[in-house]
């Protein structure tokens, strides 16, 4: 059985796609310890990178070509500076130039050095070759991107059934990780805490869970106080600055802290809670689409699911809500996103939306309902119910761009999510029709079954409906 972790599920990483950005950009620096571990490193005098179906078919809207950049750079897409990722590409652009790994400068022209390729690679839909160049010699590496910001290569995954998991409750399914928390007595989140610690220390998990979640918010609150028109050629612009200035109370705050605070002073009806979920999410995918730092939950495409659920229960919900609780709600939401990784898919280029969308929401709405007090199989019900309401749901982003329809889709995700934990919370398990584990086969099969140019292609649906030229 594999062993993800929560921290598999919730990575801190860069916009605006975990597939394509992020995945590229990790598979750069896998390539760079490649060359290291075989050493040649300090021969290469030459690299070229060819990217292959969706990378290639949507990769300059997503920034795939920067994160190959970026990656091969040694800049690390967890720390740095978002505004220094501009001037690193620009400088590469312009002098034609390339520090690989931050130490050996070789001629790298972005214009014929980076090739997309739009035929498909039959592994997978998301493929990237990397081929440096030494004396007389070539070495070709080929990554895939396969979604969440995870890479892998054709055989890895033969290798990998030798490696022994740590996690003392092992699952890949839903009914096996209900039947340890009847057998230990323990919530999802105490289950899958205790895995955690097999790998890390308590404190480790703590100080990391915080670390996503100030990441989170410090990502809803720049996206809250930005204004302007989103990067990429559609001119989008950004709706969370007005529809949060017209939520926000006279309370003054000077820090995402303060905010929190000040948010929970104000009045909220069915319609201001309504916008203020709304504003989360959209908050969070304009900084996505912006380059900015954002979590995947799964993806970055899907980022502010989660988050604007979070903050729903922190600011509406329950005003005495601390650190416990949102690492309880963090917890839970990445053991959902395991059982849909494990079984099905949460690339949109394998799954469309539905792995995407559907996943963050199937997440939020399981870690809320356990919040509120739902029992396991309730939190499994709901997100089955969330799943369920996303099941079919296309990847067709306009330009190649995660912006329309991705960053309203968000919001519709963080909705939906909250109904569903309702839903489960006032439901008997015994009564359910569908189990999770019913919903997340169907899902894997209605991604197999979905034509290819609905999975991030912008060969279909609204991409062409729209008739926007690829950004």
Known sequence: MDCISIFDM???????????????????????????????????????????????????????????????????????????????????????????????????????????????????????????????????????????????????????????????????????????????????????????????????????????????????????????????????????????????????????????KSIRKTKVYFRQILKWVSCFALAVNEVNASLGRVVTAPTNGSAGVIPAVLMYYLVIENHKAGQKEIEQFLTTAGVIGSIFKKGATISAAMGGCQAEIGVSSAMAAAALCELMGGTPAQVTMAAEIAMEHHLGLTCDPIGGLVQIPCIERNTMGAIKAINAAELALDTDPLNAKVPLDKVVNTMWETAKDMNNKYKETSEGGLAVAVNIADC
């Open 10 to 260: 919730l990575k801190i990483g860069v916009g605006p796609s975990s597939s394509h950005t992020l995945g590229p950009w990790r598979a750069a620096e896998a390539f760079l310890k490649e060359l290291k571990q075989a050493n040649i490193f300090d021969q290469i005098s030459h690299i070229r990178v060819d990217l292959y179906g969706s990378l290639s078919l949507t990769g300059k809207g997503h920034a795939t070509d920067y994160a190959v950049m970026l990656g091969l750079s040694g800049a690390d897409p967890e720390y740095v500076p978002v505004e220094d990722i501009s001037t690193i590409v620009s400088a590469i652009k312009e002098n034609k130039k390339l520090k690989v790994g931050n130490t050996l400068l070789i001629n790298f022209n972005p214009e014929t050095d980076i090739v997309f390729n739009r035929d498909f690679l039959p592994f997978h839909a998301n493929g990237l070759t990397f081929t440096a160049s030494f004396e007389n010699e070539i070495y070709t590496s080929t990554f895939y991107s396969i979604g969440g910001g995870f890479i892998t290569k054709e055989d890895e995954d033969i290798a990998s059934t030798d490696v022994n998991c740590a996690f003392p409750f092992l699952f890949n399914k839903s009914t096996e990780l209900l039947e340890f928390c009847n057998q230990e007595n323990k919530s999802i989140s105490e289950i899958m805490f205790e895995n955690e610690k097999s790998i890390r220390t308590e404190d480790e998990i703590h100080h990391e869970l915080m670390r996503v979640w100030n990441t989170m918010l410090e990502c809803m609150y720049i996206g809250c106080h930005t204004e302007g028109t989103l990067p990429g050629g559609l001119n989008v612009k950004r709706r969370a600055y007005n529809m949060h200035k017209n939520l926000v109370g006279a309370t003054p705050y000077s820090t995402p802290e303060e905010w929190i």
